[in-house]
């Protein structure tokens, strides 16, 4: 598995103009001192035609053709290719009408590759009832970055390269996740597993209501002259992959998924076969308001026991990885792996750190680590063996990105990178990632391997420190401290942060909020199922929990300012390092958090949140608000017993604010 998704050449220009044998007009001095441009061998082209086709070289068949022996009769290339057909016309099969849509590979804008005539496929539908059955959609699998940010720039209105040679892309009215418009079919499957009702992000649909959106979605895709199909892998962990297949209209959507989920060697995807699950991307057009549930133009629907997902009315590409992160936190934890909204990253001695936090708290920004190898920025499992990254890429935000403070981040910022609602000059294509006219949420997604330091594979041993990142607005959280195991489990599961814009649609200023696990809106069961097995997982590892708050200091969101990043990376290097763990210590008052006096490269005063406040009552009343919003939030949870003895549960009750 070595060779998945850094395959060498995947992402490089290699069969483009340059290597490609045009030869270099070259000018020579005659002795008459006139100048000839004739002088080089000419081309091997009679025509302008045959000058364009010899730019492209015929890339190396996908299908290697293997020897007759062996224990299986080997199938000609032909015929995978129209078993490859029929499978993505299954997945994109009308269920009204019992019937998948007539297919072809290729660029419809190649006019030389449609069939003049139907040809003998033998999966062709038998009956027909449609107008849309008698037209052939023109199918773009597994293009290379290439052959995307083509579509992408001769088709969708918006795209642009960028100086240093990304994707430039807007993904239209939404440029955030829309949790309130993400729905699950409620039914056997789901009924008795999943989290309903309060507090839940899982917001019931049924099953019909479900089969009326696919249905929308599907006739929409087949609608279209062309579709994009994605077959790829989620999670390195080979013994537990799951095959993804991603249906979109917008090479945008196939680019960000193509550098999102792992990326298939050519071998691995001839025998790729049946997905696992399908995600039919019709994000431009509508959901139907007179369609039961329906609150808005916008839906994102799971069906887990179809294995499904629909998306509705929202282009912003997240939805497509934090939908299958969903499914992984339905999948994984049947197998007793936990799935984990965090980072991840490793030291030199092996020694792994999980970062946990909501959007914007800092997860891709402290993994992505120029001294520590880069598991991945987003999404995990850890199981008996280990940790692993789900995804092939990372998902950084990059408003206000610099090259001095994030480094591996600018440098990745290059072709094959989608770089969404930035703004960059009309002329010379440079990024401005001060500039929030589009949106605040702005964000580059690239391959894993675009960051220098990146494990491949993207697994590691079992962690040693497990760091909360809470971004706090109040300005009362100290910048780090040491936690027990009950009050680890006590901020998992609370899962506090101040939303910071963007992420969200609609949320314009940071503010507080409790997200159970650090990721409630991708949670598909009961918090205190996961957090149950992370306490067991850390317990047996002994690994040590950590609270990291990367937001103000000196005053709340308004009068203070945000912890300085420098300062937070010192914070994290004393954590790895281990200097941290024999630190001195003291107990705030209200939270009962263990500080530590010095911490080096941070100046001391910081450490403790009331220095850093001019007005003292203030800080106290803040710190008691705060406080209270913690108790008021755990009250859904009082409750639930967590794991199997009553003794955790009622330690994590008392490790919570005291007063
Ligand atoms: N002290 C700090 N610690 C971490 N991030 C910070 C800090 N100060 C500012 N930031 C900024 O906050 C953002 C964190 O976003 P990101 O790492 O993408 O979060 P996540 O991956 O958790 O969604 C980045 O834009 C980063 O530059
Ligand atoms: C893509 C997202 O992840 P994060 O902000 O945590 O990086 C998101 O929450 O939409
Ligand atoms: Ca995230
Ligand atoms: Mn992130």
Redesign the pocket.
């Known amino acids: 598995m070595a060779a998945n998704g850094n395959a060498n050449g995947e992402f490089s220009f290699g069969t483009g103009i340059a290597r490609n044998g045009l030869t270099k007009i070259q000018t020579h001095k005659k002795e008459n001192g006139i100048c000839h441009d004739d002088s080089a061998p000419p081309v091997k082209a009679q025509t302008i035609d045959e000058l364009h086709s010899l730019q492209k070289k015929k890339s190396a068949p996908t299908t290697p053709i293997k020897g007759t022996q062996g224990a299986f009769a080997p199938i000609s290339e032909e015929e995978r290719h129209q078993q490859q057909l029929q499978s993505i016309s299954a997945s994109l099969a009308s269920l009204t009408r019992e019937t998948g849509p007539k297919l072809v590979k290729g660029d419809p804008a190649r006019k030389a590759e449609t069939p003049k005539h139907v040809p003998h496929h033998h999966f062709t539908p038998t009956f027909n009832v449609s107008d849309s059955a008698l037209k052939f959609t023109h199918v773009l699998y597994n293009l290379s970055p290439g052959e995307l940010y083509e579509q992408a720039i001769k088709y969708e209105k918006g795209s642009f390269i960028t100086s240093t040679g990304a994707l430039a892309t807007l993904s239209g009215a939404k440029t955030g996740r829309s949790p309130r418009d993400k729905r699950v079919v409620r039914d056997e499957t789901t009924e008795d597993d999943l989290w309903w009702g309060k507090g839940s992000p899982n917001i019931e649909m049924d099953e019909h209501t479900f089969l009326v959106n696919r249905e929308r979605a599907v006739d929409y895709l087949n609608s279209l002259d062309k579709v994009f199909v994605n077959d790829q892998f989620l999670n390195w962990d080979p013994e537990n992959r799951i095959k993804v297949r991603i249906v979109s209209a917008r090479a945008y959507h196939s680019l960000f998924m193509h550098n999102m989920c792992i990326r298939p060697t050519p071998e691995e995807l001839e025998n790729f076969g049946t997905p696992d699950f399908t995600i039919y991307n019709a994000g431009q057009f509508p959901c139907n308001r007179y369609t039961h549930y329906m609150t808005s133009s916008t839906s994102i629907d799971l069906n887990l026991g179809r294995r499904e997902m629909v998306i509705l009315g929202t282009q912003y590409a997240g939805e497509m990885k934090k939908g299958l992160f969903s499914v992984m936190h339905f999948l994984m934890p049947k197998r007793q792996i936990l799935s984990l909204h965090s ?1 991840c990253n490793m030291g030199k001695d092996g020694d792994v750190a999980l ?1 946990f ?12 680590d120029h001294n520590r190898y880069l598991i991945g ?2 999404e995990h499992c850890w199981s008996d063996n280990g940790v692993s990254n789900i995804e092939g890429g990372c ?8 090259r001095e ?2 480094p591996d981040i600018w440098n990745a910022i290059k072709f094959g990178t989608v770089l969404e609602n930035v703004v960059f000059d009309e002329h010379t294509r440079e990024v401005d990632y001060s500039a929030k006219s589009v949106t605040e949420n702005t964000r580059a997604s690239y391959p894993i391997e675009y960051i220098p330091n990146a494990k491949i594979p993207c697994v590691g041993p079992h962690p040693k420190n497990v760091i909360l ?1 809470a ?1 706090d607005a109040f300005g009362v959280l100290p910048p780090v401290s040491k936690l027990s195991l009950a009050q680890t489990m006590y901020h998992f599961i609370s899962g506090y942060t101040a939303l ?1 814009a963007g ?1 969200e649609e609609g949320v314009k200023e940071p503010q507080a909020t409790f997200s159970a696990c650090f990721g409630a809106a991708f949670i598909m069961l009961h918090p205190t199922k996961y957090a149950a097995m992370l306490a067991e997982k850390m317990q047996k590892q002994g690994a040590t929990g950590w609270l ?1 708050n ?2 103000w200091s000196g005053g709340r969101y308004g009068s203070g300012s ?8 010192k914070i994290i290097d004393a954590i790895h390092s281990g200097s941290l763990l024999t630190a001195n210590y003291k107990r705030t008052e209200v939270f009962g958090l263990d500080i530590p006096t010095e911490v080096e490269g941070v100046p001391s005063e910081i450490l403790d949140p009331v220095n850093t406040w001019s007005d003292k009552k203030a800080y106290q009343d803040t710190l008691l608000k705060l406080g209270g919003l913690f108790k008021k939030n755990f009250e859904t949870f009082t409750n639930y017993k967590i794991g199997k003895d009553n003794k955790l549960t009622e330690e994590i009750l008392a490790a919570g604010p005291n007063f």
């Open positions: 980072g970062f936090g909501l959007s914007g708290t800092g997860k891709t920004t402290l993994s992505t920025d987003d998902y950084a935000k990059c408003i206000d990105l610099s403070k994030e990142l971004c910071v992420t990291v990367t937001g945000r912890i300085k990043l420098p300062y937070t990376r």
